[in-house]
């Protein structure tokens, strides 16, 4: 059976958020963290064979543990490296799961992560391909990938992904 884009998508956020930030995303969320606010929120878009974007939205709470950890220090109080931190996370999981998806022979090349807090969360409407949620110590994050193209495109996507347990080389996200 053929791996998702949503399963692929799910491997590659949980290995970031416990690789780079040391925090375990649940699937399931306690009734503590299902209330907890997504109020942090970056974007990366990509282009490449496909384009599209990845967001990132995890409570505020979060922050400072995701920057603290990521940085090796006790407390990361400061919002701008907080911010820094977590368009970080945006741009490994989205150069994680790109070769995942689309295959290790795909060049993509990726925008400069933003802050889109207070931005609306669709942009005209579009739907995510993709969706990843879940607890993360006292809050959750949400993670969207939203593809665009034409019908041959994103078929070609598709049926060029990656096989689950391959994994793309060095620099072949751009």
Same mark, same amino acid.
Request: glycine share 8%; with cysteine.
């Given at each position: ?33 299902? &209330?907890?606010?997504?109020? &942090? ?50 741009? *490994? ?8 998806? &689309? ?32 607890? *993360? ?18 078929? &070609? ?18």
């Amino acid at each position: 059976m053929p791996t998702t884009t949503a399963q692929l998508l799910r491997r590659a956020t949980a290995s970031t958020f416990e690789d780079l930030a040391f925090l375990f995303l649940e699937p399931e969320c306690s009734e503590e963290q299902a &209330a907890a606010p997504l109020d &942090a929120a970056v974007s990366v878009d990509f282009h490449g064979p496909v384009r599209g974007r990845l967001t990132v939205r995890v409570s505020s709470m979060l922050m400072p543990t995701i920057a603290a950890n990521m940085l090796g220090e006790e407390q990361a109080r400061q919002v701008p490296l907080q911010r820094d931190a977590l368009g970080e996370v945006a741009n *490994v999981v989205c150069g994680n799961a790109l070769p995942m998806i &689309a295959g290790a022979d795909a060049v993509f090349r990726l925008d400069a992560p933003r802050w889109i807090a207070d931005e609306p969360r669709a942009r005209d409407g579009d739907a995510p391909a993709a969706t990843v949620s879940g607890g *993360v110590d006292d809050g959750r994050a949400e993670v969207e990938l939203f593809l665009f193209g034409t019908p041959e495109q994103l078929h &070609a996507l598709q049926t060029s992904g990656a096989d689950a347990t391959s994994t793309a080389p060095a620099g072949s996200i751009f």
